[in-house]
């Protein structure tokens, strides 16, 4: 149960397997995660989740949407969902292995810290202690937005806390004090209130002989508990406070443990390269950045490469994009580590981004002024003044820390001889060429550690009383360090200002990297350093891919933007990415590297692309990109009609020409995956086609895009966006036939969301312009959602009409695939109105046609069509065994919403057979499955099916719920024939109940309902 994965509660509330953190939707699914891992192996009442999740404000539907949230958040734990998360009576539990919980290894650090402090033995405790931090990645319980929830997460933050203040214990017991004060002077700023980690504070300051600094931390907190508290600070801090003014030698505590890397030894005989001897001791690292947040493994990882030994100097080299905090890691870790470096720690900034880098014969020459000034005469030889910096060294532990290096070859003449020394270097370029050297690409922070920098900055008040706007804030600096700092500074200097005036600011992408500007610090500056240097090709590359604006990308589309071929388009990617202009994202199953900007460089490539290039050069671009996308998606056009949950005709044909196998990609071996990939560049490439004036391929992409919610996911805010983009450019274009394309797709869209009524207006409207055009697909397709919208409603002899103009059409197409469709939906409609042999032909005929175009899944959707005439004729067993062979072929297609389909048929006929108990199981599957899919009208029939069997088993109480909620849902659709079914399911209910009235009542207004509406149910209602 559970094995394998990794369930974290310490920072942002996720679940991780082997390939790193799931994807578990909104909110309120981790709020139900976190209230379930909390008391793991206790059953939750639905009650009572209700109460964690909407505080005091639950909507009606709370009961369902929990079963709703339990479903989605099951499948996203893979095929050990069900086990993990229980279904038990009043509620549901959470059962994994405790040691896959983080907060259950935090306990067991925390515990065995404790246990060595006790014992005297602090390294050992500072080290257990330090463990159970490195667990945490931000406030607990992150993205959580419960009450009831938060004095839990306040609680997990305090035993952080108390975990810190034991470490710091520990540590001034082994004598580090030094590498405390950082620490300790941010910790207080943080918590100004908390007397023991002022005490530790001033401990410190005075062990390092600052004790006027040690007074002032106390007067500042006195101020701080009279102000804030109203009190005088306690006795404890009052105590040492007096012991730290007679200088009692009781606080000095132990001397300094010793470095921990090993010293090497002096040679035996000193050789002629050490004659003039080392007397000063450079300090040049700049100062720590008070409010310097997050990196704990980062710090952890350098820490352990620069104190750890090793025969030759260490080399730690932190990479990463402009702005990402590679200089502020870097003094960070080196104060840090300062205490292993006893002979000094030199600083330069080599200038790598600018026009004008360091030279290595210029840094050489500063550094041996800093480490021997009295040197009288310094080499002009490069070659000599390295051999005299290495001759320097030699002997002596100094850390050399080189900020913003060019290449390998800036680097190389600055690395000493010695082990006994270390370089810590920033780069924005790779340096895969750099021997030895540990390589780290420093990320973007976390979303909890960006909001905690952003509330450093800006004053934790301002932040907290306005968390919305804060990850507004954060997500449009894109988690990005520097952008984070300038716009809390922005805030800090603009006290009029809120939290939401800024991050409504940020939210125009014109006007983003204007605003993320404080003084010096300038994101477009950042960004410019980092372009300045690039080769033509990559320049015009990255403010194309800048102009598309795309989520992530192949390097086909960098071809294509340029009109290259992919052999260059892969070098130029590849130089962009050792520039980290560029990042990776993953690799595809065609073994092809996808990429992708971060935004704000995005947003800085777009302003250079309208800056600099001609608006015909990025209109031919785009055509270019686009039009690789409609020949893929030509040939898929099949595939998504067949996957629309009743079939459906393409309202186009499909071209046959040559599709370049770069961009065909995974698309017709795996066209789900494909599609889920692609979706968001897809959709803006509709925009950026429109926005162009490219109406063609915009109509092109849009109409198989939003032919149905298959494509997107049924993602309504991506299908908004697609057809309202192609819908403007194919009216300012004036092209009728995309404008009919797209309204027919208005149409399918409320057909899905079961807004029967505005779906026929749609339709009706489509059906007459396809016929201006003379567009028989166009036509035909939009009949035969037009009938299939009327059938569902309950208007039989419309349907039946629409769809016999649909099926003649068809013919007409020679479209197999078309026809079958046709058919069977003709077939459908002779069922519900009791014309069994008109459905016998109308099924064979689509059979027939289905199986010539070799269409598994129409042949499926058939058989289960004529299991459902089956059964109503009473024929048992042949409806069983048909629903059988159609369930086969569904779940041999990886089809799960028509698998419910099919389940929900085979259900019904386990009931009129009497076979209840296996009746049960797969309706609530289907249940489960209509409800994760949004599929309001769907779920509805399965209530109703329930309400049946729970009739049939005597349950009234239970059918009485199902049956009524049945009722409603149909009534709100307004599918009225099917609540009238339902309404003779509950004269039945009532009659059962003995109350005679009621059911007539029930049972009048059905049969009233059927006779409108020519259903078979009014013939056999009336024939008794």
Not at 519 to 538: F, H, K, T, Y
Not at 672 to 694: K, P, T, Y
Not at 789 to 815: I, K
Not at 918 to 932: N, T, Y
Request: hydrophobic fraction near 45%; proline fraction near 5%.
């Amino acid at each position: 149960m559970g094995r394998g994965m990794e369930f974290r509660l310490l920072g942002p509330v996720e679940v991780a397997d082997g390939t790193g953190p799931l994807a578990l939707g909104g909110t309120k699914i981790r709020t139900l995660l976190a209230a379930l891992l909390l008391e793991p192996g206790r059953v939750l009442a639905t009650d009572r989740l209700v109460d964690i999740i909407w505080d005091d404000e639950p909507p009606p539907t709370a009961r369902a949407l929990i079963q709703t949230y339990v479903s989605t958040l099951r499948r996203a734990l893979g095929d050990a969902g069900p086990d993990i998360v229980r279904t038990v009576a009043p509620g549901y539990l959470a059962r994994f292995e405790a040691t896959s919980l983080d907060r259950h290894h935090f306990e067991g650090f925390t515990a065995d810290g404790r246990s060595a402090a006790e014992g005297g033995r602090y390294r050992e405790a500072s080290n257990a202690f330090r463990a159970a931090d490195a667990l945490w990645r931000g406030p607990a319980l992150g993205g959580v937005r419960s009450r009831v929830l938060a004095g839990e997460a306040a609680r997990l933050d305090e035993q952080r806390l108390a975990v810190i203040e034991a470490r710091i214990t520990a540590d001034l017991a082994l004598g580090r004090t030094d590498e405390l004060i950082g620490e300790l002077t941010v910790l207080v700023g943080q918590h100004p209130t908390r007397a023991s980690l002022r005490g530790q504070l001033m401990l410190a300051l005075h062990r390092a002989d600052r004790t006027a600094d040690a007074l002032a931390v106390f007067r500042q907190g006195r101020e701080v508990f009279i102000d804030e508290l109203g009190i005088e600070p306690g006795a404890e801090l009052t105590r040492l406070h007096e012991a730290i003014l007679r200088a009692d030698p009781a606080l000095l505590g132990p001397s300094p443990e010793p470095p921990a890397r090993p010293v090497v030894p002096e040679p035996a005989s000193p050789s002629p390269a050490r004659a003039e001897p080392r007397v000063a001791v450079p300090k040049q690292l700049p100062p720590d950045a008070a409010d310097f947040t997050g990196r704990d493994e980062l710090v952890a990882e350098l820490t352990g490469v620069l104190t750890g030994g090793g025969s030759g100097p260490a080399i730690a080299a932190l990479l990463g994009p402009g702005g990402v905090g590679k200089s502020a890691l870097a003094v960070h870790v080196a104060h840090r580590v300062s205490a292993a470096y006893p002979d000094g720690q030199l600083h330069v900034d080599l200038r790598g981004t600018t026009g004008t880098p360091a030279s290595p014969t210029e840094v050489l020459g500063r550094f041996l002024r800093a480490l021997q000034p009295h040197r009288t005469a310094i080499p002009d030889d490069p070659d000599e003044r390295m051999d005299a910096y290495r001759t320097a060294l030699a002997g002596h532990r100094v850390l050399i820390v080189l900020d913003d290096a060019a290449n390998e070859q800036q680097v190389r003449p600055l690395l000493p001889g010695a082990g006994t020394c270390s370089v810590l270097l920033t780069s924005r370029n790779r340096l895969a060429g750099l021997a030895g050297a540990h390589l780290v690409e420093v990320g973007l922070l976390s979303a909890g550690e960006a909001t905690a920098l952003l509330s450093r900055i800006a004053g934790a008040a301002r932040i907290d009383a306005a968390p919305d706007a804060a990850a507004d804030i954060v997500a449009c600096c894109g988690n990005l360090p520097l952008a984070v700092r300038v716009a809390g500074a922005r805030l800090a200097t603009r006290r009029q200002w809120t939290a939401r005036l800024l991050a409504t600011r940020l939210t125009d992408e014109r006007r983003r990297l204007t605003e993320l500007c404080a003084g010096d610090q300038q994101i477009r500056a950042s960004i410019e350093m980092s372009v300045r240097n690039l080769e033509p090709a990559a320049r015009t590359a990255l403010r194309r891919l800048g102009y598309l604006g795309l989520a992530d990308f192949r390097a086909w589309v960098v071809a294509y933007a340029l009109d290259a071929d992919i052999g260059t388009a892969e070098q130029v990617v590849e130089h962009l990415v050792d520039t980290h202009l560029v990042d990776y994202t993953f690799v595809d199953d065609t073994g092809q590297v996808r990429y992708r900007l971060h935004d704000l460089v995005r947003i800085y490539a777009r302003e250079e692309a309208e800056r600099h290039e001609s608006h015909a050069d990025l209109v031919d671009s785009t055509a270019r990109v686009a039009g690789g996308w409609t020949a893929v998606l030509d040939r898929l056009r099949d595939h998504v009609a067949d996957h629309v949950t009743s079939g459906a005709i393409p309202l186009t044909t499909a071209e046959s020409g040559p599709v370049d196998p770069e961009v065909l990609g995974t698309a017709l071996t795996d066209p789900r995956g494909w599609l889920d990939i692609e979706q968001a560049s897809l959709v803006l490439a509709v925009e950026r086609a429109a926005e162009a004036g490219l109406d063609e391929p915009a109509v092109a992409i849009a109409s198989v895009l939003c032919s149905s919610g298959y494509a997107l996911n049924s993602v309504v805010d991506l299908w908004d966006r697609a057809h309202g983009a192609a819908l403007a450019a194919a009216r300012a274009a004036g092209n009728p036939h995309g404008e009919a394309i797209l309204l027919a797709q208005v149409g399918q869209l409320a057909y899905e969301q079961d807004r029967f009524a505005d779906a026929r207006r749609h339709f009706t409207d489509a059906v007459e312009r396809f016929r201006d055009l003379r567009d028989p697909r166009g036509e035909a397709s939009t009949l035969t959602a037009l009938g299939l919208a009327c059938r569902d409603q309950g208007y039989l002899p419309e349907a039946e009409h629409f769809l016999a103009q649909a099926a003649a059409v068809s013919r007409t197409l020679d479209d197999d695939r078309a026809t079958g469709h046709c058919e069977r939906l003709i077939g459908s409609v002779h069922l519900e109105r009791g014309n069994f042999a008109a459905a016998d032909t109308a099924l064979a005929a689509a059979l027939t046609a289905y199986r010539r175009a070799g269409s598994e899944r129409g042949e499926a959707l058939t058989l289960r069509t004529i299991g459902l005439t089956h059964l109503g004729r009473g024929r048992l067993p042949e409806a069983e065994e048909t629903f059988g062979r159609a369930l086969a072929l569904f779940r041999r297609l990886g089809d799960p919403k028509l698998v419910a389909f099919c389940l929900r048929g085979l259900a019904k006929t386990h009931l009129r057979m009497g076979r209840l108990a296996e009746a049960r199981g797969p309706l609530e599957k289907a249940l489960e499955a209509h409800r994760a899919e949004g599929d309001s009208w769907s779920e509805a029939m399965v209530m109703r099916t329930l309400g049946e069997l729970d009739l049939a088993a005597g349950r009234f109480e239970e059918a009485a719920g199902w049956l009524t909620s049945a009722l409603e849902a149909f009534r709100t659709q307004e599918a009225l024939l099917f609540g009238a079914r339902t309404l003779r399911d509950i004269a039945q209910l009532e009659e059962a109940r003995g109350d005679h009235t009621a059911a007539k009542a029930a049972l009048a207004e059905a049969i009233e309902t059927f006779r409108a509406y020519g259903s078979r149910e009014y013939g056999e209602l009336t024939s008794l």
